[in-house]
């Protein structure tokens, strides 16, 4: 089994900075994809951010120029650096992870969210 732990969530206010971790551990053998996902109240999920194993990015137009995504293979942590933030990024975030445990066998995992609310 994996498991994801996010961390660093908080309340910041309007323009502030936070910086999420995810860190993946358990029976890893080799992670593919990572990536980030947001929900807010009475909204559906939403990507935000992903990262493959060459370290390509890509973002949700939202949050392009303002969040960066980024991981530290050696240690199996996942990051986003999210900057200028706004009310409407305020939302649950969401760690995900395309992890080979086998040579052949992968699955893909989440993390239990952490919250980020952003308000004056």
């Known amino acids: 089994q994996v498991q994801l732990v996010e961390s660093g969530g908080g309340l910041v206010q309007p323009g502030g900075s936070l910086r999420l971790s995810c860190v993946a551990s358990g029976s890893i053998f080799h992670i593919v994809s990572l990536g980030w996902y947001r929900r807010a109240p009475g909204d559906q999920r939403e990507l935000v951010a992903t990262?493959?194993?060459?370290?390509?990015?890509d973002y949700a137009d939202s949050v392009k120029g303002r969040f960066t995504i980024s991981r530290d293979n050696a240690r199996n942590t996942l990051y986003l650096q999210m900057n200028g933030l706004k009310p409407e990024d305020t939302a649950v975030y969401y760690c995900t992870g395309r992890v080979y445990t086998t040579p052949h066998q992968f699955d893909d995992y989440w993390g239990q969210g952490t919250q980020v609310t952003v308000s004056s």
């Open positions: 990262i493959n194993s060459g370290h390509a990015t």
